[in-house]
């Protein structure tokens, strides 16, 4: 069980340290090779010193698919940041790597909102009669 405000808890018998931190995650959505993606972030570590978890995804659409990945941060305890550092800094991960891996777009999930950024001139909204058009 933890402890509030951000303190560690320590169990001096069994030698455990137990810290905790509110959650919040970030994840990078993109297509690609993750391979690349994970040698990427390799050679840029030291940029950006983050923990983070690649997984291997396949996005199926209509008339179509393609492989990809995801990128989770997490608001790890021991190398906390607020939430805006974490958005900020997977933006700035995510923007390299788009550019990098040859990719157009990349989405940012975190526990609230999906955002999704484009460069594409084929990715423009969609517009429905509602709207007027």
């Known amino acids: ?10 169990n001096v018998n069994n030698k455990t340290l137990e810290l905790e931190c509110d959650t919040y995650w970030v994840e990078i959505c993109m ?3 993750i391979d690349h993606a ?11 010193p983050e923990c983070l978890t690649f ?10 698919e393609e492989e990809g990945f995801f990128i989770r941060r ?16 997977m933006f700035d991960f995510a923007f390299r790597l788009m550019i990098e891996l040859n990719q157009g777009s ?21 517009v429905y009669a509602e709207d007027g058009e």
């Not at 997490?74 to 800094?89: A, G, L, T, W």
């Open 55 to 64: 997984t291997k995804t396949k996005y199926m659409y209509f008339m179509g």
């Open 38 to 48: 994970q040698q990427f972030y390799r050679r840029k570590a030291l940029e950006f």
């Open 74 to 89: 997490i608001c790890y305890p021991r190398f906390k940041r607020s939430k805006e550092q974490i958005f900020s800094r």
């Open 106 to 126: 990349f989405s940012l999930i975190d526990h609230e909102k999906t955002h999704t950024y484009s460069w594409r001139p084929d990715h423009r909204p969609a």
């Open 1 to 10: 069980m933890g402890l509030s405000e951000n303190k560690p808890f320590y």
């Open 31 to 33: 297509a690609g090779d």
